[in-house]
């Protein structure tokens, strides 16, 4: 399904995105606790995940399996400019191997279970808002009229 609303935006000040941490990457490299929240609220869902995220230089990401696929979220911080608040960006692939992910593997047969996982423990969470799902080449050509409050919006 390569029109499936595969990013995620969203807001919260609950996460840290103004101390840089002595282990991050780079500096700004923020999302290790919303990354460490959501393994939490997963598993608590009965959902398998990794036990720790892991670094990239952008951001955060995991593995976890909703069905029977291994798919990931990558979860990193852009802030706001002046005094507008910054925005959660996160996005789920298929977990696949360096061959795969050449051949294109991460973008297709991303389980709907996949997506709403990570949707139903954002949208319950009181602290959390502004959550909108973006198919890949809108969210790519900043066209945020084509984004939906929900992963399976038509």
């Not at 929240?37 to 869902?45: G, K, M, V």
């Not at 991460?106 to 709907?112: A, Q, S, T």
């Amino acid at each position: 399904m390569p029109h499936m609303r595969t990013v995620v935006t969203f807001r919260s000040t609950a996460f840290n995105t103004l101390e840089s941490r002595p282990y991050f990457a780079n500096d700004g490299c923020f999302g290790d606790d919303v990354a460490r929240w959501l393994i939490a609220e997963l598993q608590s869902h009965g959902v398998a995940t990794d036990s720790e995220p892991d670094q990239e230089d952008f951001g955060w990401y995991f593995g976890f399996r909703p069905g029977d696929t291994e798919h990931q979220f990558i979860i990193g911080y852009r802030p706001g400019a002046d005094e507008e608040p910054g925005t959660w960006i996160g996005w789920i692939e298929r977990k696949a191997s360096l061959i795969g992910s050449l051949l294109g593997a991460r973008g297709r047969g991303i389980e709907p279970t996949a997506l709403r996982a990570i949707h139903d423990v954002l949208a319950s969470d009181r602290r959390v808002s502004s959550v909108r799902w973006h198919r890949r080449t809108d969210f790519d050509a900043a066209n945020e009229s084509a984004s939906a409050s929900e992963p399976d919006a038509a």
